[in-house]
């Protein structure tokens, strides 16, 4: 099967930079997504890493290691708006299979 | 208008009755997927579709069932409802195993 791992829930101040991991374990996949959702609202599509390396999008960029089976998504000069939970998400055959989310709290 | 809409968006209904959620899109996406969400368990999968004759269950299939009536139209079926499904769903389309996925805006059931 697949499991994919993050902390539940991270706090940060207003212009900060913070990291939300995401280890996994499952036998092969075609790259690692993050997505943002804020309270009510629908998932929206952060970034994606189909190779190892770093990925850059404006003020979030995204992290894969396939041989740490681990990725991170940086979240830099934090806006009290990047409050939200936080999903990494596997892509694997044809299926999209999510890890457990990690709240982020943005404080004044 | 939204590219995938997802009706009721929210529901309450008793114990043992039939319920159905309904998810459309425009995005002419062949992939589409139901995801059940509950706090601290992140968003897991129910089952997917490649195509109207191909249907694939997720990790959580057991209780529901679906239907894909054409590209566009991928509904949620429970059959009898248990207070354990009381969750939020959302349908999602995607283009390739690559690209991002889509997501409605969810439907609220309770059942009570």
Known sequence: ?108 | DADVTQTPRNRITKTGKRIMLECSQTKGHDRMYWYRQDPGLGLRLIYYSFDVKDINKGEISDGYSVSRQAQAKFSLSLESAIPNQTALYFCATRGDRYTEAFFGQGTRLTVV
């Open chain 1, 1 to 108: 099967g697949q499991s994919l791992e993050q902390p539940s829930e991270v706090t940060a101040v207003e212009g900060a930079i913070v990291q939300i991991n995401c280890t996994y374990q499952t036998s092969g996949f075609y790259g690692l997504s993050w997505y943002q959702q804020h309270d009510g609202g629908a998932p929206t599509f952060l970034s994606y890493n189909g190779l190892d390396g770093l990925e850059e999008t404006g003020r979030f960029s995204s992290f894969l290691s396939r041989s740490d089976s681990y990725g991170y998504l940086l979240l830099q000069e934090l806006q009290m708006k990047d409050s939200a939970s936080y999903f990494c998400a596997l892509g694997r055959t044809d299926k999209l299979i999510f890890g457990t989310g990690t709240r982020l709290q943005v404080f004044p």
